[in-house]
T-cell receptor, first 114, second 111 residues
């Protein structure tokens, strides 16, 4: 497609449940980023990939968070044993390699843990 | 950790007025970008500035990158209701694609 696609758009999970969030980047975009955004705040970096290689995962809040991009295209962010503090919007972005191109973001997945 | 502070945090003005949003850091950035985000959507890139002192204009929006590459401003002339949204600056360090986003400025233009 023409843009970055994320699914699902909304997810309600019971505390302790595992969730998987999917991101389809723009075709040909080498770099893929995951961010977490609290209401009214700027996005916070989680992790990023260049092709299938995860180059930086320093923003992942705990070992319950795991991201993969096995074929260098679609990426999945998995959260195990969800907690209430995991409730947020999870944004995926892709870009051609290099800062100057900027990011193209998806619409995000709003996760609510109850 | 590189922090980007934006001011003001909230701004509500009448249609037709001018405004400036500031983005400040103690860190030096390779590039600085501005995004606008509407409710329920991801941020959308407005501009990228890469040279210290650079000024870019996008219709009624003027973006400036500080000489020391630590700060930036966004000036909007004759604001319109369609300018309403969350404005985010984002800085990129040298040699790394990871962007650090600012704290955001929520702008409301009153018709």
């Amino acid at each position: 497609g023409a843009g970055v696609s994320q699914s699902p758009r909304y997810k309600v999970a019971k505390r302790g449940q595992d969730v998987a969030l999917r991101c389809d980047p723009i075709s040909g975009h080498v770099s893929l980023f995951w961010y977490q955004q609290a209401l009214g705040q700027g996005p916070e970096f989680l992790t990023y990939f260049q092709n299938e290689a995860q180059l930086d995962k320093s923003g992942l809040p705990s070992d319950r968070f795991f991201a993969e991009r096995p074929e260098g295209s679609v990426s999945t962010l998995k959260i195990q044993r969800t907690q209430q503090e995991d409730s947020a919007v999870y944004l995926c972005a892709s870009s051609l390699s290099g800062q100057d191109y900027g990011y193209t973001f998806g619409s995000g997945t709003r996760l609510t843990v109850v | 950790t590189q922090l980007l502070e934006q001011s003001p945090q909230f701004l509500s003005i009448q249609e037709g007025e001018n405004l400036t949003v500031y983005c400040n850091s103690s860190s030096v950035f390779s590039s600085l970008q501005w995004y606008r985000q509407e409710p329920g959507e991801g941020p959308v890139l407005l501009v990228t500035v890469v040279t210290g002192g650079e000024v870019k204009k996008l219709k009624r929006l003027t973006f400036q990158f500080g000489d020391a590459r630590k700060d930036s401003s966004l000036h909007i002339t004759a604001a319109q209701p369609g300018d309403t949204g969350l404005y985010l600056c984002a800085g990129g360090p040298f040699g790394n694609e990871k962007l650090t986003f600012g704290t955001g400025t929520r702008l409301t233009i009153i018709p």
